[in-house]
């Protein structure tokens, strides 16, 4: 079965950092691009990073430049993000997807992150 | 930066209805690079619509996408009451990468 399965999330004060990982099963992480997306309480979806398949092209949101690094280790079919300098407005459920025809089509179960003092 | 908007937010209607969501973009999107997710109560969006047109695998055959430059169409032809859930476009662009539109709630009336 193929499957993403989400893990480090918390409650962690502002400014804090957390790391998230994301486990790939059922399939070849390393032939697939990968993102992050997140919906904050209540909200919409908000796209947040994405990776190539070999870790060449990285992308940001403008929302968490400078201060989130997305990485990956497809020997390990593992999909990271650390999160530093964290503020309110990252609160939010993250979800690791896999992206296929411009599109994302494996989505993982999510992993809740709280910024709160 | 492309911006998506969808309309209605929210739409009612009773099982075996049709339900027509719209989504438009504020300039135009490569049809290619369209997609439609649908999103329940505490479950991660599921990909529906990919290519504006093509169903993902294990979806049925009442959804279908259609459109082409700004304008694009998620249509259910009969809703099933599983269908009652929120309903996302996303274009794939340069920056930002990917943007989901706002979306549409489809609720029981």
């Known amino acids: 079965e193929v499957q993403l399965v989400e893990s480090g999330g918390g409650l962690v004060k502002p400014g804090g950092s957390l790391r998230l990982s994301c486990a790939a099963s059922?399939?070849?992480?390393?032939?697939?691009?990968m993102n992050w997306v997140r919906q904050a309480p209540g909200k919409g979806l908000e796209w947040v990073s994405s990776?190539?398949?070999?870790?060449?092209?990285?992308h940001y949101a403008d929302s968490v430049k400078g201060r989130f690094t997305i990485s990956r280790d497809n020997a390990k079919n593992s999909l990271y993000v650390q999160m530093n300098s964290l503020r309110d407005e990252d609160t939010a459920v993250y979800y690791c997807?896999?992206?296929?025809?411009?599109?994302?089509?494996?989505w993982g179960q999510g992993t809740t992150v709280t910024v709160s003092s | 930066e492309i911006v998506l908007t969808q309309s209605p937010g929210t739409l009612s209607l009773s099982p075996g209805e049709r339900a027509t969501l719209s989504c438009r973009a504020s300039?135009?999107?490569?049809?290619?690079?369209l997609a439609w997710y649908q999103q329940k109560p505490g479950q991660a969006p599921r990909l529906l619509i990919y290519?504006?047109?093509s169903r993902a695998t294990g979806i049925p055959d009442r959804f279908s996408g259609s459109g082409s430059g700004t304008d694009f169409t998620l249509t259910i032809s009969r809703l099933e009451p599983e269908d009652f859930a929120v309903y996302y476009c996303?274009?794939?662009?340069?920056?930002?990468?990917?943007?989901f539109g706002p979306g549409t709630k489809v609720d029981i009336k």
């Open positions: 997807a896999r992206t296929r025809n411009y599109g994302m089509d494996v």
């Open positions: 059922g399939f070849t992480l390393s032939s697939y691009n």
């Open positions: 990776i190539s398949s070999s870790s060449s092209y990285i």
């Open positions: 300039q135009s999107v490569t049809s290619s690079y």
């Open positions: 290519g504006a047109s």
């Open positions: 996303q274009q794939y662009g340069t920056s930002p990468l990917f943007t």
